[in-house]
T-cell receptor, first 111, second 112 residues
Framework: EPEVTQTPSHQVTQMGQEVILRCVPI?????FYWYRQILGQKVEFLVS????????KSEIFDDQFSVERPDGSNFTLKIRSTKLEDSAMYFC?????????FGPGTRLTVT | GQQLNQSPQSMFIQEGEDVSMNCTSS?????WLWYKQDPGEGPVLLIA?????ELTSNGRLTAQFGITRKDSFLNISASIPSDVGIYFC????????????FGTGTRLTIIP
């Protein structure tokens, strides 16, 4: 069964550093998402991406964040200058119909 | 913004018991999804609901899309140890983007 994959599973970085989180969505899906989950809290929407552009972004997704689909298979989330409060699980999701399928997540720890 | 409140926040049950949890909102959602999350993993889709009043089953799981479109219910029958985890409802308010608004979660623990 096809699934969303994410790398790395855990990323530790120092405050102020740039990080890139990578995702490979399910191959015939057209809509891609990033969500964030701070430890012990609910999952929060960050950004949606369709047809090579952002279709919606939340208040969390400020100028420090960017997304890209550099080729036909990868979907990346870049945080330009990480802050302590960026520490969280980051989930990529993709969909074709209305059902979104999530990857296993990347745990980002900012020290 | 839109908020989804789940209750109960946590449940402690014995294996074999049935479980009920719900999700309510002050605003309308057009699609409801239920996910299960195990520690350190991503949410796994359990059931999707598309029409008000719809009742859908997936094995021992049954979910309903409330008539008002402001709530949804999930029932698990005859619980087993692998049912342990956090259950999240998620709603889609607007077609076209389909971003998910997640609920606050219900943590299910099975007492041996």
């Amino acid at each position: 069964e096809p699934e969303v994959t994410q790398t790395p599973s855990h990323q530790v970085t120092q405050m102020g550093q740039e990080v890139i989180l990578r995702c490979v969505p399910i191959s015939n899906h057209l809509y891609f998402y990033w969500y964030r989950q701070i430890l012990g809290q609910k999952v929060e929407f960050l950004v949606s991406f369709y047809n090579n552009e952002i279709s919606e972004k939340s208040e969390i997704f400020d100028d420090q964040f960017s997304v890209e689909r550099p080729d036909g298979s990868n979907f990346t989330l870049k945080i330009r200058s990480t802050k302590l409060e960026d520490s969280a699980m980051y989930f990529c999701a993709s969909r074709r119909g209305y059902e979104q399928y999530f990857g296993p997540g990347t745990r980002l720890t900012v020290t | 913004g839109q908020q989804l409140n789940q209750s109960p926040q946590s449940m402690f049950i014995q294996e074999g018991e049935d479980v009920s949890m719900n999700c309510t909102s002050s605003s309308i959602f057009n699609t409801w999804l239920w996910y299960k999350q195990d520690p350190g993993e991503g949410p796994v889709l359990l059931i999707a609901l598309y029409k008000a009043g719809e009742l859908t089953s997936n094995g021992r799981l049954t979910a309903q899309f409330g008539i008002t479109r402001k709530d949804s219910f999930l029932n698990i029958s005859a619980s087993i140890p692998s049912d342990v985890g956090i259950y999240f409802c998620a709603g889609i308010a607007n077609f076209g983007n389909e971003k998910l608004t997640f609920g606050t979660g219900t943590r299910l623990t099975i007492i041996p």
